[in-house]
C-alpha cells in the first residue's frame, strides 16, 4: 500500500472519530444550539478541514442527532460537497427518537411495531438497516432487510 493511501485511510479514520467527539461534546453542551460551543465549534472545523481533504463520512456513520438537527448536510453544504441522505435512514433517525430508542452494542435501535406480546425492533449499523422480532423470551432467530419481511415472519410465528 502506498504512503499516499496510508495517509488517506488514517484521515478518514480520524474524521469518523471526530464524528463521535463531536457527539459527545453535543451531549455535553450547554448551549443551545450546541453546535456553538467552543468545543463543538473547534471540532467542527477539524471535520470539515478533514472532509476537503478526504470527502465526506457516510451519512449512515454518524449520529442521527446530526441528520436530525440538519448539522449534517448544513456542514457538508458549506464546502460545497452534496451528500444524499436515504429517505429510509431519515425515517429511522425520526422514528428513533420518536420511539425512544437506545444503543444496543453501539448500534441505535428502536421500537418499531407491538403485536401482543411480540415486537418488532429495528436496528442500524452504518447505512444497513434491519429489523428483528422479539417475545417476552428476548430475541428470535433471524434478520429481516426489510419491515415488510419481518411482519411476515411475525404472522408465521402467530398461532
Known sequence: MSELRRLHRALREELAELWHDLAAAYQRSRIN???????????IRRIEAITRQTGPT???DI???F?????YQQLHERLGVDVPIPDGLLQHAHDFV?????????YPEGLV???RD???YFHRKGERIF??????????PGRFDTLDDARAALEDLSP
Open 98 to 106: 420518536r420511539l425512544g430508542g437506545r444503543l444496543s452494542l453501539g
Open 113 to 115: 411495531e407491538e403485536h
Open 33 to 43: 444550539p450546541p453546535e456553538q460551543s467552543q468545543e463543538c465549534r473547534q471540532l
Open 131 to 140: 429489523y428483528r422480532i422479539a417475545d417476552r423470551t428476548g430475541t428470535l
Open 58 to 60: 457516510p451519512p449512515g
Open 118 to 120: 411480540r415486537r418488532i
Open 63 to 65: 449520529g442521527f442527532v
Open 67 to 71: 441528520l436530525l438537527t440538519g448539522l
